[in-house]
T-cell receptor, first 113, second 116 residues
Framework: SQQGEEDPQALSIQEGENATMNCSYK?????LQWYRQNSGRGLVHLIL?????REKHSGRLRVTLDTSKKSSSLLITASRAADTASYFC?????????????FGTGTKLQVIP | SQTIHQWPATLVQPVGSPLSLECTVE??????LYWYRQAAGRGLQLLFYSIGIDQISSEVPQNLSASRPQDRQFILSSKKLLLSDSGFYLCAWSSYGQGIRNEKLFFGSGTQLSVL
């Protein structure tokens, strides 16, 4: 079953614009992670935010976490054509089975040059 | 450095045939190992995860099974494939839970399985 639901499902923006993707999840988490997948490839880890953190930055990436709303957002600033990919959130539960990492449905981002 | 190998990259199998997908990790010991399946244009469905040899958790009650014959080897199998088994299969590993705070997953390059 899917733990997370991302929205939008698809997003098309011009190069240079910011891209925001949202993730909602259902159960209590230890941490939430964002991954990127180029078409037909494996996923690559981008950033991890723990349940006691509210915001985290890594380069052009900014992640926020609101545990009261069970939601997270990923912001990519000053997007580039190379950012075109699918983006997934993944959650690690807070109790039992810390190794059980479940993914959301993903947002497909297209950055138009 | 650690690497993960997954093969084959592409597989076309007839309905009712058996399946064996293999994944191996190098450069680490006692990794957590995962099998995910991704339908076309969809999210990842967790199929199995393993925190050690003989410790495999199944998330999906289907005609798939997983085995871990060695510490760094994870195999996904089926005795008889169904049309619905088609998809992109991804193996991944992590080192969480070994006193190392590194929960992120490292993925293989995937196997595109088409059942016809």
């Amino acid at each position: 079953s899917q733990q997370g639901e991302e929205d939008p499902q698809a997003l098309s923006i011009q190069e240079g614009e910011n891209a925001t993707m949202n993730c909602s999840y259902k159960t209590s988490i230890n941490n939430l992670q964002w991954y990127r997948q180029n078409s037909g490839r494996g996923l690559v880890h981008l950033i991890l935010i723990r349940s006691n953190e509210r915001e985290k930055h890594s380069g052009r990436l900014r992640v926020t976490l609101d545990t009261s709303k069970k939601s997270s957002s990923l912001l990519i600033t000053a997007s580039r054509a190379a950012d075109t990919a699918s983006y997934f959130c993944a959650t690690v539960p807070n109790s039992g089975g810390y190794q059980k990492v479940t993914f959301g449905t993903g947002t497909k981002l297209q950055v138009i040059p | 450095s650690q690497t993960i190998h997954q093969w084959p990259a592409t597989l076309v199998q007839p309905v009712g045939s058996p399946l064996s997908l293999e994944c191996t990790v190098e450069g680490t010991s006692n990794p957590n190992l995962y099998w995910y399946r991704q339908a076309a244009g969809r999210g990842l469905q967790l199929l199995f995860y393993s925190i050690g040899i003989d410790q495999i958790s199944s998330e999906v009650p289907q005609n798939l099974s997983a085995s871990r014959p060695q510490d760094r080897q994870f195999i996904l199998s089926s005795k008889k494939l169904l049309l619905s088994d088609s998809g992109f299969y991804l193996c991944a590993w992590s080192s969480y839970g070994q006193g190392i705070r590194n929960e992120k997953l490292f993925f293989g390059s995937g196997t595109q399985l088409s059942v016809l």
